[in-house]
Nanobody
Framework: QVQLVESGGGLVQAGGSLRLSCTAS????????MGWFRQAPGKEREFVAA????????NYADSVKGQFTISRDNAKNTVYLQMNSLKPEDTAVYYC??????????????????????WGQGTQVTVSS
């Protein structure tokens, strides 16, 4: 059974930073693409960032490019989301997810939530103005 556990969320003032972590168990972490999504109240879940398996190609939503950084440590089975210059509109529940993908275009497919087969429980990020 695959389990994903997020941590690192919390309350932060606008302009601040947070680093989210997601630790996986139950599968060979290094061979899977990992993604971060978020869902704000009253809105649909949206793609934030993704990183492919061992090569580590990244993909970001336009709304977070230059602001968020995704990375992974395969030795620790953990993917990170460094969030800087946070804004109130970044307030949401952040979810990590995992998908298996092969091929050159995995970083493109990684922006689609339906491609993922396992999800974490989410961690709340609240940015105050």
């Amino acid at each position: 059974q695959v389990q994903l556990v997020e941590s690192g969320g919390g309350l932060v003032q606008a302009g601040g930073s947070l680093r989210l972590s997601c630790t996986a168990s139950g599968r060979t972490f290094s061979t899977y693409t990992m993604g971060w999504f978020r869902q704000a109240p009253g809105k649909e879940r949206e793609f934030v960032a993704a990183i492919t398996d061992t090569i580590g190609i990244t993909n970001y939503a336009d709304s977070v490019k230059g602001q968020f950084t995704i990375s992974r440590d395969n030795a620790k089975n953990t993917v990170y989301l460094q969030m800087n210059s946070l804004k109130p509109e970044d307030t949401a529940v952040y979810y990590c997810a995992t998908m298996y993908c092969s091929g050159w275009d995995c970083y493109v497919k990684a922006s689609s939530s339906i491609k993922y087969d396992y999800w974490g429980q989410g961690t709340q990020v609240t940015v105050s103005s």
